[in-house]
C-alpha cells in the first residue's frame, strides 16, 4: 500500500545532541510537510517542500532544519535540541492542493 | 486569510450515545473542508472530506455536511464506540495565494467514551 513512513518511531536525544528525523512516501506527492505538535494540540507547521522548493514557516526557530534529497525522502535536522523541542513530530505529503496525508510520527524526548 | 473554529472539549460520552463535534470555518469562496482523527500515540488519518457546498461526507459511521449558509462542518455519528476515543481536528486549506495543500487545523477536540 502507498504510504508515509517515519523513522524512528521514538526517539531519545540529550540536550544539546543534534538529531535527524527521517520520512520517506510512496505516494509520489511533490509537497511534504514537516509538523511539530504538543500534548494534543493541533499540530504546528514547521515547513514544506514544494518539489525542492523549500518554504519556511515565520516562526519556525532556526534550529530546524530540513532536507529534501529526491521526491521519497525528506529529513528533519534539530541542530541543538532543547527540552522545549520534545514533542510528536508529524510527516505529511499530498499532491498540490489535494488532501494531507500523514506518517504515524516521532515521538522525540529530550533528556 | 481562512479560519476555523472548533469545538473545545474533551467530550466524554457513553458507548452508543450521540456525537456532535462542532466546526465552523470563515473562507473565500468554497474550499474543501476535512475532519481528522489522532488516535492515541498516532499520526492524524483523514476521516472524511467534502469539496463543495451541500456535500455530505461520511466514513466509519461518521458524518458532516458542508452547509454554506452556517458555514458550519460539525461532525455526527449516531452510535459512538470505545474505540473512537480520539482527538479529532476539523481543517481546511490555508486558501490565498498558496498553491499547496496546507491546512488550517482547528484546536482538536478529544473524545473519550466509557463503555
Known amino acids: 500500500d502507498a504510504m508515509v513512513i517515519q523513522n524512528p518511531r521514538y526517539q531519545v536525544t540529550q540536550f544539546g545532541k543534534p538529531v535527524t528525523l527521517s520520512c520517506s512516501q510512496t505516494l509520489n506527492h511533490n509537497v511534504m510537510y514537516w509538523y511539530q505538535q504538543k500534548s494534543s494540540q493541533a499540530p504546528k507547521l514547521l515547513f514544506h517542500y514544494y518539489d525542492k522548493d523549500f518554504n519556511n514557516e515565520a516562526d519556525t526557530p532556526d534550529n530546524f532544519q530540513s532536507r529534501r534529497p529526491n521526491t521519497s525522502f525528506c529529513f528533519l535536522d534539530i541542530r541543538s535540541p532543547g527540552l522545549g523541542d520534545a514533542a510528536m513530530y508529524l510527516c505529511a505529503t499530498s499532491r498540490a492542493k489535494g488532501e494531507q496525508f500523514f506518517g504515524p510520527g516521532t515521538r522525540l524526548t529530550v533528556l | 486569510g481562512n479560519s476555523v473554529t472548533q469545538m473545545e472539549g474533551p467530550v466524554t460520552l457513553s458507548e452508543e450515545a450521540f456525537l456532535t463535534i462542532n466546526c465552523t470555518y470563515t473562507?473565500?469562496?468554497?474550499?474543501?473542508l476535512f475532519w481528522y482523527v489522532q488516535y492515541p500515540g498516532e499520526g492524524l488519518q483523514l476521516l472524511l472530506k467534502a469539496t463543495k457546498a451541500d456535500d455530505k461526507g461520511s466514513n466509519k459511521g461518521f458524518e458532516a455536511t458542508y452547509r454554506k449558509e452556517t458555514t458550519s462542518f460539525h461532525l455526527e455519528k449516531g452510535s459512538v464506540q470505545v474505540s473512537d476515543s480520539a482527538v479529532y481536528f476539523c481543517a481546511l486549506p490555508e486558501g490565498g495565494s498558496s498553491n499547496t495543500g496546507k491546512l488550517i487545523f482547528g484546536q482538536g477536540t478529544t473524545l473519550q467514551v466509557k463503555p
Open positions: 473562507a473565500t469562496g468554497y474550499p474543501s
